[in-house]
């Protein structure tokens, strides 16, 4: 069964850290991009970051970048976003999704192959 688990979303403080992961099984990343989208209530799926299979060519949206930190371990078959000095506005049900080998520009939801099923993160006092 091909598959993708998030994990590592919760509750926390503006300013704390996060580091979800998005894990493959059924399937080998090797030769995906993968890609991280999140929705908030009301409003639309957005891409947040992205890394590509080969050459981990990396994307961050505008407001992410400088806070978040994608990578990915190919021998663990799992992508990570790191998210430090986390906002209020960063809340919101996190996704991770594949792509064949690279990402696409703008990172679409339509290029999607496969998709996990959401980590919920809340930034909150």
């Known amino acids: 069964q091909v598959q993708l688990v998030e994990s590592g979303g919760g509750l926390v403080q503006p300013g704390g850290s996060l580091r979800l992961s998005c894990a493959a099984s059924?399937?080998?990343?090797?030769?995906?991009?993968v890609a991280w989208f999140r929705q908030a209530p009301g409003k639309e799926r957005e891409g947040v970051s992205c890394?590509?299979?080969?050459?981990?060519?990396?994307y961050y949206a505008d407001s992410v970048k400088g806070r978040f930190t994608i990578s990915r371990d190919n021998a663990k078959n799992t992508v990570y976003l790191q998210m430090n000095s986390l906002k209020p506005e960063d809340t919101a049900v996190y996704y991770c999704?594949?792509?064949?080998?690279?990402?696409?520009?703008?990172?679409?939801?339509?290029?999607?192959?496969?998709w996990g099923k959401g980590t919920l993160v809340t930034v909150s006092s």
């Open positions: 890394i590509s299979s080969s050459t981990y060519n990396t």
């Open positions: 059924g399937f080998t990343l090797d030769y995906y991009a």
């Open positions: 999704a594949t792509e064949r080998l690279s990402c696409s520009s703008p990172l679409s939801f339509y290029a999607m192959d496969y």
